[in-house]
């Protein structure tokens, strides 16, 4: 399974991006979808999560202004970014994680990050 990231860009403070994460085939088994983000000189970092149960965890610099959501249909989750600013400058990097609990073959993916850059 690959997933492929995008939407990325160039944009100014204040502006909006949507990003796209969209799986080759579908992934059973899900326990989590998620946002992470790597700044340049700084470590990766989690932007937002969001379970199978539909519950959601923001990091404090973004909440309200970030959305996550998934398209089970299509295989694809998104976050809607709003309000952009210029530390949001980052590779933005989709995760999926499925469920330790069972034994299967592969728990993670990770998408090949897409990068956004908020000029000021």
């Known amino acids: 399974v690959q997933l492929q990231a995008s939407g990325g860009g160039l944009v100014q403070a204040g502006g909006s991006l949507r990003l796209s994460c969209t799986a080759s085939?579908?992934?059973?088994?899900?326990?989590?979808m998620g946002w992470y983000r790597q700044a340049p000189g700084k470590q990766r970092e989690l932007v937002v999560a969001?379970?199978?149960?539909?519950?959601?965890n923001y990091a404090d610099s973004v909440k309200g202004r970030f959305t996550i959501s998934s398209d089970n249909d299509r295989n694809t989750v998104y976050l809607q970014m709003n309000s952009l600013k210029p530390e949001d400058t980052a590779v933005y990097y989709c995760?999926?994680?499925?469920?330790?609990?069972?034994?299967?073959?592969?728990?993670?993916?990770w998408g090949q990050g897409t990068l956004v850059t908020v000029s000021s």
């Open positions: 085939r579908k992934i059973f088994n899900i326990d989590t």
């Open positions: 995760n999926i994680e499925r469920d330790k609990t069972l034994s299967l073959r592969q728990y993670e993916y």
């Open positions: 969001l379970t199978s149960g539909g519950s959601t």
